[in-house]
Every structure is written in structure tokens, then in C-alpha cells.
């Protein structure tokens, strides 16, 4: 639905009219604005979000690119700074019978998606957001707020990126597009013309986000989260200023989160096999493999090779280094 402009304001067609407009790997009008492709009516939402949406003190905001680690990150925020009421009957917790999806929604692609005004008042605090715009967009929202929040993004690599998002458009679409596509759309990702692109924008406007910011700004990467998993949710405890305490640690709760979180437990729930997101996509789609470098088993070396040094280069000098 966000690829079509059936909720664009006028005012918002006459800007589209002046951004710089190209097309999507099958052949969808995107425009850029603000050095970001967007979808007509996801543009729609993306602008109301900048002038609609007011955080509040304790609102949490999670960050990704599409396919970037989106579902694990938003399980693992929730868990974790919901840990204390669901301790004494962890049977009850919201993850075990909801998609992570619906307990952080999106905000351009769920509550600001077309042409919606969401009473955002209505919601627990604190209450978790998510979004796939880059950071200086999601500043122009951000910076209403009369403290800044908490932003937790997470960055995965290039290529698995790609790939599973070749996997899930294949799901969603229930249809197997041939090669001769997926070689259009590896074209068009490594020239940026990707909705939310391009990849490298993304990761580096959140990266100098979190260098210039590191009180509020969490900058971190999936394929860390899954080498080192321990680690990386107290990472995330200590910055949304809920570490883990001692007894935490020493009864497992950290454990228990991560197994909570997991791919194995979350894509074996019932909610998650046969129940659909508020958002109307099959709750089984954002759950395969999970793992690093399946990209191996899709792009030629050669493929492979094109797409790390197109990034190298967008990122040399930024310290981000893959
Ligand atoms: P693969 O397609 O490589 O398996 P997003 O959540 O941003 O849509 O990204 C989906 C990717 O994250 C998929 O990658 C999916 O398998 C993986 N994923 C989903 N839930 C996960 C979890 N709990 N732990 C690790 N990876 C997960």
C-alpha cells in the first residue's frame, strides 16, 4: 500500500513534483527526498511523522533498514525493559502471544500510514516505537521533544540485507521471481535506488548519530548481537538505563531473555506460524534463517565483491569499517 499515492496530500504532490524521482528495480516511481527514496504514500507518512509525532521523555525509539534485524531488535528492546513485570509469571509474557511487530509498532508504516492522526497519548509509558527513516529525518520529529529520547538502531551487513529481503518480497509475493530479477534488484541496491536507501545513508547517518550522541544514540550491529549475545543485550540495558543488576545476571535473566528473544522460540510460536501482524503481513515472514553470510549461497563472488567496495567507498573515512 505505501508504494501508491492514494493518500498524498496535494501539497505533498507538488514536492513531489520538484524531488528528483527515479525507479525501483520493478520499475515503481521512488523520489528522493532529503537523500532518501521514498514511496509516494510513504513519503505522505514519513512527513506527517516529522510534524505530527512528539516523543515523550520515556518513549524508545528502534531504528533498521528493512530486513536489517528489525524483529530480533524490537523482541529484544521489549524484553528487556519490560523484564520486571512478567518476572513472577513469565508464562504471561506479551512476546509469547503477539508478534514483536505489534507490541513496537512502526511509525510511517503503521500509525502515520495513510493519512492516520494516532492519539498517541493512549499508550503505556514507556511505550517503543520503530521506523526506517534515517536519523536526520527522524531528527525532524525528534527534536519537537522537550528532552531527547532514547534511539536504538540496529545495522546488518550489505549482503545479508539484500538477501533476505530478496526472500521476503519472494514470501510475500508468493512467487519466485527468476534471476534475471534478482540481478535488477542487486543493480539497483548497489546504485542506492532502494526504498529507505540508500544502505550506506542509512547505517552512516545513525553511526555519526551515536558517535555525536552516545547518551542517546545506540549504534548496534546484528551480526555482533549474534557472536556475542550476552554482551550486547547489557549493552543495551545499561543505555536505556535499566542494566542488568547483580542477581539479574547471577539467576539468569539475561539468559532467559535471549532465549525468550530467539529465533528457534519466536518462530515457533503458535502467534507466529499462522497469525498475521496488525500491519496484514504473515507473522511466519520475518522469521528464516537468521544466520551470517547466507549471501554466499546467493551473489556470485563477483556480485560480492561490487557491492564491498561500492560500500567501503560511501563509508571510508566514517570509521565504520565491515
Ligand atoms: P534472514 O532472512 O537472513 O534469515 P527484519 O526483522 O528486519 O525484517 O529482518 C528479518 C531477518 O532477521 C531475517 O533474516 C530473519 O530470519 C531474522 N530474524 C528474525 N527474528 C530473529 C531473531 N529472533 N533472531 C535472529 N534473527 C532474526
Known amino acids: 500500500n505505501y508504494m501508491k499515492d492514494d493518500h498524498v496530500s496535494q501539497e505533498t504532490k507538488n514536492l513531489i513534483s520538484s524531488l528528483p524521482s527515479g525507479k525501483d528495480f520493478v520499475g515503481v ?10 514511496y509516494p504514500n510513504l513519503l505522505q507518512a514519513v512527513l506527517d511523522v516529522q510534524k505530527h509525532f512528539k516523543p515523550r521523555d520515556t518513549d524508545i525509539i528502534m531504528a533498521s533498514l528493512p530486513k536489517g534485524g528489525t524483529t530480533w531488535l524490537k523482541s529484544l528492546v521489549f524484553a528487556v525493559v519490560h523484564r520486571d513485570e512478567y518476572r513472577e509469571n513469565p508464562q504471561i509474557h506479551p512476546l509469547l502471544s503477539q508478534n514483536p511487530h505489534d507490541l ?5 508504516v503503521e500509525l502515520y500510514a495513510d493519512s492516520k492522526a494516532p492519539d498517541l497519548a493512549k499508550f503505556p509509558s514507556p511505550m517503543i516505537f520503530s521506523t526506517h527513516i534515517h536519523l536526520q529525518a527522524l531528527r525532524e520529529a525528534t527534536k519537537k521533544a522537550s528532552r531527547p529520547c532514547k534511539i536504538v538502531y540496529v545495522c546488518r551487513g550489505i549482503k545479508d540485507t539484500f538477501v533476505s529481503g530478496w526472500h521476503y518480497r519472494n514470501k510475500l509475493h508468493r512467487t519466485k521471481l527468476d534471476q534475471s530479477t534478482f540481478e535488477l534488484m542487486f543493480d539497483g541496491y548497489c546504485k542506492g535506488y532502494v526504498v529507505y536507501g540508500p544502505y550506506w545513508e542509512h547505517v552512516l547517518s545513525y553511526w555519526k548519530g551515536s558517535l555525536e550522541d552516545k547518551e542517546n544514540v545506540l549504534f548496534m550491529r546484528y551480526e555482533e548481537m549474534l557472536e556475542e549475545p550476552r554482551v550486547q543485550v547489557k549493552r543495551l540495558a545499561e543505555f536505556l538505563n535499566c542494566p542488568f ?13 535471549l532465549k525468550l528473544c530467539s529465533l528457534r522460540n519466536l518462530s515457533n510460536l503458535e502467534v507466529n506460524q499462522n497469525g498475521t501482524t496488525r500491519i496484514g503481513v504473515d507473522s511466519q515472514l520475518f522469521f528464516r534463517k537468521g544466520e551470517v553470510g547466507d549471501w554466499k549461497n546467493h551473489l556470485t563472488p563477483h556480485m560480492a565483491k561490487t557491492v564491498d567496495e561500492i560500500v567501503e567507498c560511501k563509508l571510508r573515512g566514517s570509521g565504520l569499517i565491515f
Open 245 to 257: 543488576t547483580k542477581e539479574e545476571e547471577q539467576s539468569g535473566s539475561v539468559d532467559e531473555i
Open 104 to 108: 513496537v509498532p512502526f511509525l510511517e
Open 29 to 38: 516511481d521512488i523520489h528522493n527526498y532529503k537523500g532518501c527514496w521514498y
